[in-house]
């Protein structure tokens, strides 16, 4: 692996839902190394930006990952070249087994199995057990698991603690953490807390757009520019409050997702 | 007491033609969200191949019926695979011009097996042991019923076990639930497509050979009639479920056959009642798991 | 071919997008009276086609004035309308219907049994039979709405197949298989097939122009404005506040009634009815006119209509011709099958040519210009 360029490197990407525009021209680059973040209010269009780069929505730009383009690829291809993808709302298969979820997603002939075993016994232990079933944290780390199970150039992870009690919200962080150490990770994260924890750098989107790019640990101790570009602190009360703090009181009531 | 026994029995005979073919209809539909209309033919197709086949082989004989089976499934299974390739897989993900697809085949082919085999019924022959009958509690029971549902068992045991042990059948499972978190894993779905219509295709196809022996003839209209009826028995088992789709099968046929015989032959117009009922009641179907 | 919503509900992967919205009305109010004018003269040209001896070798069978051609012309013209019905439910409201043929069957099966047993005259007992039509959408569509996409596809074809199964039983009063002849009774002599085919293809003409301006007046209505966009995106219209439901049965019933009142006529033009007119391979007729025309377009519909009838009737000359009969066997199979041919073509349509006929005419039209002349922006056409 070159440890001279970025991973991935996006330029001009945009994209669309049906008839909507949903990503309008997003340039950013994710280093070899460390966990970038990609911050903004909700609705500005991260997870489509991810769901661009993987080619889940349609999508027009430029996407290369270590040097090569793959922004025309299908998705099965990027995510065959060496991308792990952690969803928003986790997307697990419901109806199968928590073993069958990872059997799944296996991709190589030796996946890491003990590597998940050790970050997430609790779910090794219910191997048997219907995910569907499972708690929304338990979920969460079934939808870590799936990416942490491959050999990746770079993980994308979409708002990972989001409806998770605090505890929870530790324990993936710390997976987090250790999964940094070997793999690139771009990671949409409302929690700023979490943010600052594990970021290195900041990207910023507003309306589909990247709009600020930068340190982390410096945009995220400005309080001032926090709340002009992330509108949390005082303004914040409409929206990611509610993992912001860490307080919900029932992870499993996070689960549902509204799809067309 | 008789007479229910012998609707019964008659009941699930046809009962297991119809998930021969609903099966496919609802695996296909789970995986890739298309409405087959060309399933019909592929059942047609089977049912000829079938009979070529016994016809070729000269015989009654219990050998030749077991070829003409592989054969049916076998070439329901290749026009099935043929169309997923050459058709469908161009309007991947636009299910309304994939319906259309089909529907345009539907008709393109009831027309050219009219053109090659004619239009009038063609009668079939089985072995021997198919014009006799089995007393059960009474019943003289015909013995094709037996090997319908006795196969109808094999292929519902079959694809359960395939879905439930297979990388394929794991792959179609998950991507019944959600298709493109699949592909997020990497995997590309597409094969998965092809797997499943080469199975509902085949079913299809060896339901073909079996309704020829069950009816008695083999016609190009014989798969359209089938289709309606698998059509009702997938709504009403839930889009998409396999076991719906064979507990669907199962009421609507005897309910059929009962309304035929108890009713003055209103089985078909009960079978209809009974879909809109289903649909005010539970509008996801027995085992829809959505609206 | 206008987009539908996706009718798979489990995954969030998008459709690539098709070409969007109707192919006809593109230029929309391009010289409304001018446009007016054409129409208006393409309706009297039609009208005075019995009256005129022209030959159109190849795709008519003889003079216009004959009565063979002119029946085939009025069944052209009935089968517009049928597919302009057709067109109200599908290409507008984008609901997949595969029992529409129920509705002509209604209105042939219909008039004609109300004429043999009654002693009505041809005016109450086709408002009789429109209004029995109506029930049967209403109830039949209110159930079938139940459910959306390709299960109410599903549910449409069942229900038109119980419609079947009971003309094909109760020979007594349908005629069975044999099918029903019209009772000319109470029918003014003026509408009685062999007497005056003219006439007959007069009044098709009229049904059809009518049919035309009441499709148009209800996509131009607040409630077919609201059944296209639910069509496009359902949740956003119930995100408005209204009810798609309701303009969905709005759209089904209003296209059914159509498609009664288009069986009455073709009761009257083929002087009978026969169950084939009841049956699924009908319906998928209709359906295979529309996407054939253009789908999402009233002209399409149209020009499906007539290049069909025409067409199949030049197929089945062909099917029985000599010319045919002499190939060998791998080519003379298929031609002599004209429902192998039109399902066929079908199929290529489908794949290649999005937008039908009508959409292709529009392409090569629009392609001509582009390369004859530098496209002028014509100001103040784009009307409201
Ligand atoms: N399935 C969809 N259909 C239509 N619009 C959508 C869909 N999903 C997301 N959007 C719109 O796209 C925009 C960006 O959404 P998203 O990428 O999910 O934002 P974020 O992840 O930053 O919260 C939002 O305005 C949202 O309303
Ligand atoms: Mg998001």
Redesign the interface.
Known sequence: MSQSGPVLRVRGLSARIGQQQVVEDVTLEVPAQGVTALLGRNGVGKTSTIKAVLGLVERNGVVELDGERIDTLPTHRIVQRGVGYVPEDREVFGSLSVEENLRLAERSANPRRDLVADLFPDIIARGQQAAGTLSGGQQQMVALARALLNDNRLLLVDEPTKGLSPKLVGEVTEALERAAQVVPILLVEQNLVVARRLADRAVVMADGRVVHTGDAAELLDDEQRVVSLLGVGSTGSSHGSSHDSGSHPDPSTHDQEVRS | MSTVVLLLATGLGLGALYFLVASGLSLI?GL??V?NFAHGSFLTLGAFAGWETARRLGGDSWGSLLLSLLVGAGVGALAAVLTELL?IR????????Q???T??????????F???WGTDAIFVTGPGWFDETTTILGARVPNDRFLLIGVALLVLGGIVAFLRFTRFG??I??G??????????????RRAFTVVFAIGGAAAGLGGVLASHYFGYVSPQLG?SLL?FA??V??IGG?GSLLGAAIASVVVAVLQQMANFYLS?TG??V??LL??TV??VR?SGLMGA?? | MSTTTDTHPDTGTPQPAAPAGPTGGARRGAGLPLRLLAVLGLVVLLAVLPLINVSVPGVLPGATYTPGTLQLMALALVFASLALTYHVIFGVAGLLSFGHALYLAIGAYGLGIVLERTDLGLVPAMLLTLLGGAVVALVLGAVGLRVGGISFAMVTLAFAQAGSVLIRRNSDVTGGEEGLRLDTTNVPDAFVGVTDTRNLYWVALVLLVVVFALVTWFERSRAGHVAAATRENELRVRVLGLRPFAVKLLAFVTGSVLAVVVGMVYLLLQSGATPRVASADFTLTILVIVVLGGLGSRWGAVVGGIVYTLLDQRLTTLAASDAVESLPAVLSVPLGEPLFILGTLFILVVLFVPGGLVGLGARLAGARTRAGRPATPAAGEDGP
Do not use: C, K, Q, W
């Open positions: 539909y890739m969200g409405l058709l161009r309007l991947y993900e636009r299910h309304i011009e319906v259309l697809v529907v345009g085949l539907a008709l393109a082919t009831v027309a050219l009219d053109g090659i794991l792959v499972r998950a019944v639930e959600n298709r493109s978190m699949v592909t997020a894993l990497g995997i590309d779905v359209g309606i059509f009702i997938t709504v889009l032959g078909d117009l079978v209809v879909l809109a649909l005010l509008p959505r609206a």
